[in-house]
């Protein structure tokens, strides 16, 4: 497997509140994804990074917001979280745009 | 932008049997088209791709094809097994935008022993 650990799997909060979930790589990728993944939907991307710093919107990046200041981590953010931003969260890497890209095991993420 | 669309939803064979799941997509820039398989509470696994400069890839039990005139590819599973039981999302990329996914819905595979 991919060196991708994502924290928390799981977590559960109350509308309102902010949340940050973190992905983590040791594989130097230079791409990294921030997907949700909802029934009927598939996976729907929100954000994504192609260096240290450099950050672009997905198809549903509304309400959140994304960070990465390490080659090595992407954290991303709910800001004030509601009950529609209840998911399972998953990280992806790559090496490259045109390159494959590995998932991480996700996150539970319950707003109540 | 790129839209998949992904058929069928469930689709149940007895062990042996073939599957194939379908997938088309509407954007001809696209030309990156993986195939991932997800196990229950665990993330997607990338099982076969395929670029758009080739029609057809194999790998063991598992092929794809590519038809860029018509915009489908295909997923093919030979001699299936109950361990291929799982949910299967196509997914269709443009190398040129950041290598953004867009998946399909899923098709949720049974293989009866």
């Known amino acids: 497997d991919a060196g991708i650990t994502q924290s928390p799997r799981h977590k559960v909060t109350e509308t309102g509140t902010p949340v940050t979930l973190r992905c983590h790589q040791t594989?130097?990728?230079?791409?990294m994804y921030w997907y949700r993944q909802d029934p009927g939907h598939g996976l729907r991307l929100i954000h994504y990074?192609?260096?240290?710093?450099?950050?672009d919107k997905g198809e549903v990046s509304d309400g959140y917001s994304v960070s990465r200041s390490k080659t090595e981590d992407f954290l991303l953010t709910l800001e004030s979280a509601t009950s529609s931003q209840t998911s399972v969260y998953f990280c992806?890497?790559?090496?490259?745009?045109?390159?494959?890209?590995?998932f991480g095991p996700g996150t539970r993420l319950t707003v109540l | 932008g790129e839209n998949v669309e992904q058929h069928p939803s469930t689709l149940s064979v007895q062990e042996g049997d073939s599957a194939v799941i379908k997938c088309t997509y509407s954007?001809?820039?696209?030309?990156?088209f993986p195939w991932y398989k997800q196990e229950l509470g665990k993330g997607p696994q990338l099982i076969i791709d395929?670029?758009?400069?080739?029609g057809e890839k194999k790998d063991q039990r598992i092929a794809v094809t590519l038809n860029k005139t018509a915009k489908h590819f295909s997923l093919h599973i030979t001699e299936t097994q109950p361990e291929d039981s799982a949910v299967y999302f196509c997914?269709?990329?443009?190398?040129?935008?950041?290598?953004?996914?867009?998946f399909g819905q899923g098709t949720e595979l049974s293989v009866k022993p």
């Open positions: 992806a890497i790559s090496a490259a745009s045109y390159n494959e890209q590995f």
């Open positions: 594989e130097n990728h230079r791409y």
């Open positions: 990074s192609y260096g240290v710093k450099d950050t």
């Open positions: 954007d001809s820039a696209s030309n990156y």
């Open positions: 395929i670029r758009s400069n080739v």
């Open positions: 997914a269709a990329s443009m190398g040129n935008q950041g290598g953004k996914l867009i």
